[in-house]
Every structure is written in structure tokens, then in C-alpha cells.
């Protein structure tokens, strides 16, 4: 199997109105999940369907606007330390219901972002409503004893050596955001700095809560086997039932300025089998572009790092070049300015600096010389295809959904994408280049191989 | 893979040194799901559910028995190049042009092999499913395995290799099998070693793919917006060049090796776990009691028997979990975690434990309900999409479990007894201990 390099370039979902034509793929006839509606209850909660007939099953989830990048000082890692305990119970129902969703045959998690939490159930469409009075009950009466807290801190803990502690490339790629996103709130990790996650406390994690689970600052996402009005009756009979608990304040945060520096982030370490270059700029988000820039920096990374087709990919991978793999993303659902990345892995023999001046190379051509109708046609296809198989899945639907809307976008934006990536000039493409991927600023990050100090390993 | 830019998502993770086998296939009978059998003039046959609401057709096929068991025994790592490389030049077009027509034509086309057999997977949009069909022909017939892309890909795989070499959950999966299946291909890595990819030549490629790729070998699935005439022609544009019979080395059946403690050094901050020993064939009448079990003790939920000891109760770790994996030549029951190292020998303590107490008692009649309710209930979950259906259905055919297995199969969950799961307990988890490997620092 190759191992593609996920990348997050967000693919929309869509239904082709109309064939899509050889030659001239005819973005605008393509509009995504024409089906999908959405409303908002009276207090303030946002509701967002998308049928799917398909089988007798629904994916539930509730997406809040609040993330990593919301917590107080000191305090990095209580959104998702809140997460995990928001899976631990309430007044009505003590043990949370974990056990009841299991019972019904249905499956769950949830997942914590810089910018959202978000939690879903998916399961046989009849048991929707209960899903719904469940979840309300949670995002208003969350019930925390010391011993669960505790206990819990020490998964959290776990995880966070799981995930980071373990594994070289994450302990650089914590450095690197650090020294990327520098006075932004996306600098610490999603999952906390250690020490601060090691002294969070039951408080802690209530107040978050307090500040932000509330039901004006929610969006239900509902996708499957269910219509409008029955999500609309059940959604008012249970979460419609909220009061709406805090005075939300906006969310503002402190910017990144535009540094004129280029910054570099080294991390040697024996246990680094294989060394890794990776090179990130701080570029506007969907939320925070000019009306079509950030569709030309999607294409951007399509045209730059989106599969074996594309430019760094060729110039830097092929025929023995310097690179054994290549990739570029694109973090383009963000509620401020976020990432635009490119990682490269050097081959047997290769230094970084020859690694560097490649992907150097293949950034000025396009910002110089821009890239070719062929090629703009190419990338746009690429992601209007992505789109097009992803609307097989009524989780990726429910995700794409939730993503754009918990990160400052509406429904009327995500349905028309694909027009406005067809409005896409290779023109833009060249700017987008120019502008935003400058070869003197942003972050250069070196995973390497240190010389293990003597003793077995 | 990238960090640092993924969500964090609280669930158990299951990667385990063998390819998960999908645990029971299938789909609920409330879905409306008609497989049609569909046979091409050149006697192809596939299994056909054709669904309109989305413009998309999935087809999924595998070679069985054309995994990474036929490796050559000096060269590990064989059939997972081969997977690389099918789309890397054929017929007419080299490697670039090859996947600029995949872009062009808006086609997926992707292979993997397992331990056991040799994968495909291709998505194309409804309105000209034939450019698909004609790009996976020449993948399948006429690769080119030119040197450049031979050279790319194994600098790519090797380079993975590396990585997972410092990766305690990849070096204790490695170590486990290799334990497990001393003088067996199952005891070998499947992506290779370094030194054994590094070797792997052009004809070592072919020789696989003569071998293995078949049409007596051949499971097909297609699932999407195409019926059965349209479909029939383009099987045999897409398989009926391949030769008649697969040559498949014959591989012998083996028990895993039991009772062994391995561990291995290393310097990073939290213990690697994994163990396991015999578990049940898919053909065997008490598998399916045993794999209520094994969903009972630790089937990847947050009710499990061990996720409540291990996370819940006690914090040990973030993910624990046990699973069933009947291979086509070996059986095991297994399972796996990660824990601060000053903490292992209490987490395989109550692992073991909580296996004993499992194999002595079996489960309560309060567990086996819900277990019952859970494992009917999240049914019809497999089979949200046309690629979900289309993986359930092709397990079920390689599996030989029969076209109506997909509405039996909550009959068979059903009709289990406590007294079968106790039996199948004491059968898989009553025998000899677990060989169980630790990777971690030392002096804990």
C-alpha cells in the first residue's frame, strides 16, 4: 500500500448536477449537498440536516465552537481534558451513557481541534431522539467527582505520551507550531504542554465548560436516514428545552504578526529512524481570506504537493531526485490565519540544504513562472473529485459540515465551493505563490538523527 | 504520517502487527441490500449491489491467497512493492503519464496486499466507469516495473521501514510474530527489512504477479450507480486477460508459539504491549461465540471488560484492547496497550488476570445481552456507504460464508448461548498463556 501523507485540504462534498465532461469540467453546475438545509432553534443553536436514505443509520453529532486556541493562560489541554470527561456523567444519569449507546448497537467518540469540539454518535436512525436528550443533558449538567478527574488526568496523560512523548516528528511538530504561530494561540498543542496538562484540575475543566458549552455556541449536525422536520421536532423537544447559559463573548484572539524572519526548529534525537524536513508558512484561513484567496491557496497545494502528479512531487521525488516523499497541506478551515505546509523526506545521502534549495526551486518557479491551464485544470478536477467520492460517507458529510460552520463558514459557503474553485485563475494561483509562501519568512523544522549516547538501545 | 495537524480522537486504535480480519462481516437485514450475482460472457463473476443515489461506483477485488505469504523466503516485502507498483506505468503510459490519466478521468485506483492475498480498490465516477476498467486492466496486465519507479518506491517503503523501527507499537507487533512464527512466513515482516527490500529485482515482481494474479483466485465486488449489463463487459475488459489458474506455494497451517515473555530496550517514555496465542479459525462453530467473547473482554468499545480495568478504573492507559484474527493458515486471540513503564507489570497483571477470570467464569448474562444488543444493533453501521458495503461483502465471499450470510448473520449472534460463550472461553482463553512482548526503557 503507499502511504499517501494525509493532508488536510478540505474536500467538499458534492452531487455532479451534470456529468463531469472531459474537457471542461463545468465547476459551476456542481454544488454540494444541494439536500442539505439548516435552521437555528430559538435559542440560538444551529441545526444543520443531510439526508441519506441510503441505510437505516444516522450520524449524530454536536460540533461546539471552542477549541485549544479558546483556554485561558496556563491552563493548555482542558478542552480536550474536558472532552474525555465529558464522557463521565451527569445528575440524571451518572455513568454517562456510553453503555446505552453501546447497548443500541451504536458507536461514538469525539475529537478536540484548536478551533471546535465536537461529538457524534452514528446509529440506527430510531434512536436519534434519545442521542439528542442525552447530549442535551451533557452540555448543561455535567457532573464531576474528584476520583473520576483524577483518574482521567492520568489518560490524558497517557494519551499525551502515546501521541507526542514517543514519537519524534510530533515532539518537533510541537516546536515547530510554537515557533510558528508565534502570539496566536495555535502555538501550544491541542493536547496541552505537560506540565500544565499534568496541574489541570476538576475547576479548570468546569470552568471551560461554563464559558463555552452552551447551546448558542453549538451547531447540531444531523446526516442519514431522517428528514427536516423530524430532526427540527426532536432537536426543539431536546436541546430547543436549554437556556442558554453564558454571555459569549467573541472570539477574539491575539494575531501572529507577519514576521519578515525565517525562523528554524532543529530536534536531534537517537530514536529518529528516518530524518524529515518540514517548512510552514502562516497564511489566511477560509474565515479570514479575501474573497477568493483562500481557493487559490487550496490549489495552491494542490498544484504543488497534491499527489504524484504534482510539482514537488516531480521535480523532487522522481527520477532519483532528492526526496523519497513530498507532501504540501493546507489548514484551510480555521477561524484565524492557520497553516500552509510542505514535509519532505530526504534520500540515503542527501542534506537538508540540497532538500531546502529543491523545495525553494519548485516555490519560485510557480511564483515566477506560474503554472500551466493543463496543470490549474488538473488540480481543480483533483479536488472537485475528492468532493465527489467523499459524498459516499454520510460521516464525511456530517464532518465537512461541522468543520465549516464551527470555523466561521455557512452552509451557503460550503455549498458553493466548487464554483469558486472554478473561478480559480492560474493567475491567483501565481499570486497566491507570491504572497503567501515567501522564501524569507515563516518556519523550517529538521528532524534528525542524534548519535546515541553509549549505551544499548 | 504528519502530527501535529490531526484531531485528537479518544478511541482505541487498532493496529496491530496483523491485518485486522474484518470480525464479522455484514449488514443489517432492515437495510434494503440486494446482492445480484452477475456472471460476464468470459465467466467472471462478482458480486453486483447497484445503488443510484450517488454517482459513484466502488469496485473491490482481491487475489486470494496472494499475500505477502508468497514471498520468496529470502526476500520479505514482495507483494507489498508489488503493491506500489501496479500503477506506476503500464501498457502505453509510463509512470507520470499513468497517473495523470488516473487524475484526468477523476479514477482511484489503489492496491495492498495482507498477509494472506493481494488487494485491489477502484472508485471512478457512473458516467464512464469504462476508463477506469481500461486503466485497472493495464495495472493488472501489463505493469511496466521500469527501474525509476522500482527505485522511488523502494526508497519510500524503506524509508517507513525506518521509522518503524523506532516505533515501539511497530517493533513489538514485529517481535510478537516473529516469536509467535519462528519458521513460518506469518514470523516475517510483511513490508520487508531493509536489507530484504533493497534486494527485491524486477522479476521477483513479475514472477509474483504471474503467480498470483488469476482468475481462480479472483474475488470481485462492485457496489454504485451500474447495472449488471454494464457491468458484465468490463469485467472481462478488466480480468479476463489474466491467466486461468493462480500457482500459489502451498503454506503450511501453524499453531502460534505460546508462553513466551519477550522484551525489548528502548529509550522512549511509555511501554509498548502486545500479546497474544491461539484463537479460533473463521470455518470453526464456536467462533462466533467466541468472538462475543472477545468483544466482551476487550472489543474495542468503551464497555469493554479490559477498557474498564485498565482506563476507567485505574488510568493505566489510553487505549487497551483484544481481538480475533483468523488468518487462512493460523488462528490468534490478541491484544495490545501502552503504559507508563513504571506500570506494566500491574497492567499485564490484571491483562492476565481479567483473561484467567474470562476463561474460568465466562460472562455474565447481564453482559452477553448487551453484548448481543451492541453487536446486532451496530449491524446495519458497516453498510452507511457504497465503500463500506462493498468491504463487507468482499470478506463474506473470501470468507465462503455464502451471498446470504448478510441476513443470517444477526440470527447467529442471537442464538449464542451463555453456556457456548463459556465453552468458547475456556476453548481460546483457558489454554496456555499469551506470548507476550513488552518494548520499552528499561530499569522500570
Known amino acids: 500500500m503507499k502511504a499517501p501523507i494525509a493532508l488536510s485540504t478540505v474536500a467538499a462534498l458534492l452531487f455532479a448536477a451534470a456529468p463531469v465532461a472531459q474537457a471542461e469540467t463545468s465547476f459551476a453546475d456542481l454544488e454540494i449537498a444541494p439536500n442539505a438545509s439548516s435552521f437555528s432553534l430559538d435559542n440560538g443553536m444551529e441545526v444543520v440536516v443531510i439526508p441519506d436514505h441510503r441505510a437505516p443509520v444516522v450520524t449524530h453529532m454536536v460540533w461546539y465552537r471552542t477549541g485549544a486556541a479558546d483556554e485561558g493562560p496556563g491552563e493548555s489541554g482542558v478542552a480536550h481534558f474536558l472532552e474525555h470527561l465529558m464522557f463521565k456523567g451527569t445528575e440524571a444519569h451518572p455513568d454517562g451513557f456510553s453503555d446505552v449507546v453501546t447497548a443500541l448497537g451504536g458507536q461514538e467518540n469525539a475529537f478536540t481541534s484548536q478551533d471546535y469540539t465536537a461529538y457524534y454518535q452514528q446509529i440506527a436512525k430510531e434512536h436519534l431522539g434519545r442521542m439528542m436528550t442525552f447530549e442535551a443533558d451533557r452540555m448543561a449538567n455535567l457532573a464531576l467527582d474528584e476520583d473520576e478527574v483524577a483518574r482521567e488526568l492520568d489518560v490524558v496523560l497517557e494519551e499525551r505520551r502515546m501521541r507526542v512523548d514517543t514519537n519524534p516528528s510530533a515532539i518537533l511538530g510541537e516546536s515547530f507550531d510554537a515557533t510558528l504561530h508565534v502570539n496566536s494561540p495555535y502555538a501550544d498543542p491541542i493536547i496541552g504542554w505537560p506540565d500544565e496538562v499534568s496541574a489541570l484540575s476538576r475547576e479548570a475543566a468546569i470552568s471551560y465548560y461554563d464559558r463555552f458549552y452552551t447551546p448558542e455556541n453549538a451547531i447540531l449536525v444531523v446526516a442519514g436516514d431522517v428528514t427536516v422536520d423530524e430532526v427540527r421536532a426532536l432537536a426543539e423537544d431536546t436541546y430547543g428545552q436549554l437556556e442558554s447559559r453564558v454571555d459569549l463573548a467573541p472570539r477574539t484572539r491575539s494575531q501572529t504578526p507577519d514576521l519578515t524572519s525565517l525562523r528554524t526548529v532543529r530536534y536531534a534525537d537517537p530514536r529518529v529512524g528516518q530524518p524529515s524536513l518540514r517548512r510552514g508558512w502562516v497564511v489566511p484561513s477560509y474565515a479570514t481570506a479575501e474573497p477568493g484567496e483562500a481557493e487559490a491557496i487550496d490549489v495552491l497545494a494542490q498544484v504543488l504537493g497534491g499527489g504524484s502528479t504534482s510539482r514537488l512531487y516531480d521535480e523532487l521525488v522522481r527520477d532519483g531526485g532528492p526526496a523519497t516523499s513530498v507532501a504540501a497541506w493546507y489548514q484551510s478551515s480555521a477561524v484565524d490565519p492557520d497553516t500552509f505546509g510542505v514535509y519532505a523526506v530526504p534520500r540515503d545521502g542527501v542534506s537538508f540544504d540540497a532538500l531546502e534549495t529543491a523545495i525553494e526551486a519548485s516555490i519560485t518557479d510557480v511564483a515566477e513562472n506560474g503554472i500551466s491551464e493543463e496543470e490549474l485544470e488538473r488540480a481543480k478536477r483533483s479536488l472537485v473529485a475528492d468532493a465527489l467520492f467523499a459524498q459516499d460517507s454520510q460521516q464525511r458529510l456530517a464532518r465537512i459540515f461541522g468543520l465549516a460552520l464551527a470555523t466561521g463558514q455557512t452552509v451557503e459557503d460550503v455549498q458553493e465551493w466548487p464554483a469558486r474553485i472554478g473561478a480559480v485563475t492560474a493567475e491567483d494561483v501565481q499570486k497566491a505563490a507570491q504572497t503567501h509562501l515567501p522564501l524569507d519568512a515563516g518556519v523550517i523544522g529538521y528532524l534528525e538523527k542524534a548519535e546515541a549516547p553509549g549505551k544499548d538501545s | 504520517m504528519l502530527s501535529g495537524f490531526s484531531d485528537r480522537i479518544r478511541s482505541c486504535l487498532l493496529a496491530t502487527g496483523f491485518t485486522l480480519a474484518a470480525s464479522l462481516g455484514a449488514a443489517s437485514s432492515s437495510a434494503a441490500l440486494t446482492i445480484e450475482p452477475v456472471t460476464s460472457p468470459g465467466g467472471i463473476t462478482a458480486w453486483l449491489v447497484e445503488d443510484d443515489t450517488v454517482p459513484v461506483v466502488v469496485m473491490k477485488f482481491a487475489f486470494e491467497g496472494a499475500g505477502a505469504v508468497q514471498d520468496p523466503e529470502d526476500k520479505p516485502g514482495v507483494a507489498n512493492l508489488l503493491s506500489t507498483l501496479l500503477d506506476e506505468g503500464a501498457g502505453p503510459y509510463d509512470s507520470e503519464a499513468f497517473q495523470t490519466e488516473l487524475q484526468d478521468r477523476s479514477v482511484r485506483l489503489s492496491f495492498d496486499s495482507s498477509r494472506d492475498s493481494f488487494y485491489g480498490d477502484l472508485e471512478m465516477l457512473a458516467d464512464d466507469p469504462g476508463q477506469g476498467i481500461e486503466l485497472l486492466r493495464l495495472a493488472l496486465t501489463e505493469p511496466h516495473f521500469d527501474a525509476e519507479p ?112 519477550v522484551t525489548e530496550t528502548m529509550d522512549v517514555p511509555q511501554t509498548a504491549v502486545r500479546f497474544g496465542g491461539p484463537g479460533l479459525a473463521r470455518s470453526d462453530p464456536e467462533f462466533i461465540p467466541a468472538f462475543v467473547m472477545n468483544h466482551i473482554l476487550g472489543g474495542g468499545t468503551f464497555s469493554s471488560r479490559l477498557f474498564e480495568e485498565i482506563r476507567e478504573k485505574r488510568g493505566l492507559a489510553y487505549s487497551v484492547y483484544t481481538y480475533l484474527a483468523p488468518l487462512d493458515h493460523t488462528a490468534i486471540f490478541g491484544g495490545g496497550t501502552a503504559t507508563r513503564a513504571d506500570r506494566v507489570d500491574e497492567t499485564v497483571r490484571i491483562i492476565r488476570e481479567e483473561i484467567a477470570r474470562m476463561a474460568e467464569e465466562g460472562p455474565t448474562e447481564e453482559e452477553l445481552s448487551e453484548a448481543k444488543a451492541y453487536l446486532t444493533g451496530a449491524y446495519p453501521l458497516r453498510f452507511d456507504s457504497s465503500n463500506g458495503i462493498a468491504s463487507q461483502l468482499l470478506s463474506i465471499q473470501m470468507e465462503d460464508l455464502g451471498m446470504n450470510y448478510v441476513d443470517e448473520r444477526n440470527g447467529l449472534i442471537e442464538a449464542v448461548t451463555i453456556e457456548d460463550v463459556r465453552q468458547a472461553a475456556e476453548r481460546v482463553l483457558g489454554g496456555d498463556a499469551p506470548t507476550i512482548v513488552t518494548v520499552g526503557p528499561s530499569g522500570a
Do not use: C
Request: proline share 7%; charged share 30%; aromatic share 6%.
Open chain 2, 150 to 261: 522500482i527505485e522511488r518506491m523502494r526508497a519510500q517503503i524503506i524509508s517507513g521501514i525506518r521509522r518503524d523501527q523506532r516505533d515501539p507499537s511497530a517493533v513489538a507487533s514485529d517481535v510478537w510474530s516473529r516469536t509467535a512464527y519462528p519458521d513460518h512466513p506469518y514470523g516475517r515482516p510483511s513490508e520487508g527489512t531493509e536489507e530484504s527490500v533493497a534486494a527485491i529485482e524486477k522479476s521477483d515482481l513479475e514472477a509474483f504477479k504471474t503467480a498470483g494474479f488469476a482468475r481462480d483466485n479472483l474475488h470481485v465486488v462492485v457496489v454504485g450507480a451500474i447495472d449488471a449489463e454494464t457491468l458484465k463487459p468490463l469485467l472481462d475488459d478488466a480480468f479476463g486477460d489474466l491467466p486461468e489458474t493462480a500457482d500459489l506455494k502451498p503454506v503450511a497451517d501453524v499453531m502460534p508459539v505460546t508462553g513466551q515473555t
